[in-house]
């Protein structure tokens, strides 16, 4: 079917109508950014759920990528494709000789780098790319054995080292391995099913933050910035709980800008939360 306007997705009956009345969501406005707000237990994730399902049902032309928070996905679509991040690396070499700042931007945001942190990060980082190849593990080390110029660099430093310790541990350090996003972007230009990233396996919800980051940047940059590969399909991103990623006090700049950037190039996000006043 084709996204004229008219075509929507029934959620249910309209309460209190004097004439009986479907309460739908045209199609093409999904595209154009969506909030589901309600308490614990209101039945967000069911709605947006019957929403996705309905999409499956009868809009082979939208795609979905769906971050599953709490690992309830799998269980509430008919139809899916669930993906593991421990399956889906998202090697970070690559945007960082790519783009470096969006790389910075993204840790500062989510680990709440200082710019003095900043300023040693990014000192470390060109520092690894003059030698030629960048892994997580090569800029802790490197910021181990860092010869601090001053007492405050000393200080920026060791603050930088301990917020930056959890990407290295032995169970999260896959994550961020040698990428496998090219299997990501496969399946969306040729998998006519949702796709459920079960980021629920990560604990650390810092982590958490981080992979997510990393995946909407790299999403990002194909919709806008890739002119030979731009996809031909409107692509709908859920992000539960995103009060996480969207704080009024520290918001993940990527998730920002996708907002207000985004929307003209066929994505559209589904943004659920059960705290209004804390989103940006």
């Given at each position: 079917m084709s996204l004229e306007n008219g075509k929507c997705i029934e959620l249910g009956d309209v309460i209190n109508s004097i004439l009986?009345?479907?309460?739908?969501?045209?199609?093409?406005?999904?595209?154009?950014?969506?909030?589901?707000?309600?308490?614990?237990?209101?039945?967000?994730?069911h709605t947006?759920?019957?929403?996705?399902?309905r999409i499956i049902e009868?809009?082979?032309?939208?795609?979905?990528?769906?971050?599953?928070?709490?690992?309830?996905?799998?269980?509430?679509l008919k139809r899916k494709r669930r993906l593991v991040p421990y399956n889906l690396p998202v090697g970070i070499t690559n945007l960082i000789e790519k783009d470096l700042y969006s790389f910075i931007d993204i840790l500062a945001d989510v680990l709440e780098l200082t710019n003095s942190q900043i300023y040693i990060l990014e000192k470390v980082l060109r520092q690894l790319l003059r030698r030629g190849g960048v892994s997580l593990n090569d800029v802790y080390t490197v910021l181990e054995n860092f010869v601090d110029e001053s007492g405050w660099m000393r200080e920026s430093r060791?603050?930088?080292?301990?917020?930056?310790s959890p990407l290295v541990r032995t169970g999260y350090s896959k994550l961020f391995s040698n990428s496998d996003i090219e299997d990501l972007i496969h399946r969306l230009n040729y998998e006519s099913l949702p796709l459920v990233i079960d980021v629920s396996v990560i604990k650390d919800p810092f982590i958490r933050k981080i992979y997510i980051s990393f995946i909407?940047?790299?999403?990002?940059?194909?919709?806008?910035?890739?002119k030979e590969g731009k996809p031909n399909y409107k692509l709908l991103i859920v992000l539960e709980e995103a009060q996480n990623i969207l704080s009024k006090?520290?918001?993940?700049?990527?998730?920002?800008?996708?907002?207000s950037e985004i929307r003209k190039f066929g994505v559209g996000l589904i943004i659920i939360s059960q705290s209004p006043s804390s989103l940006i």
């Open positions: 009986p009345r479907k309460a739908c969501i045209p199609i093409n406005m999904l595209t154009h950014h969506t909030l589901v707000l309600g308490s614990t237990g209101s039945g967000k994730t947006v759920s019957v929403i996705i399902n009868r809009f082979n032309e939208v795609k979905t990528v769906i971050f599953d928070w709490h690992g309830e996905y799998s269980y509430l060791l603050s930088l080292l301990r917020k930056m909407l940047n790299m999403i990002f940059d194909i919709f806008v910035n890739d006090n520290n918001p993940v700049k990527i998730v920002s800008r996708m907002l």
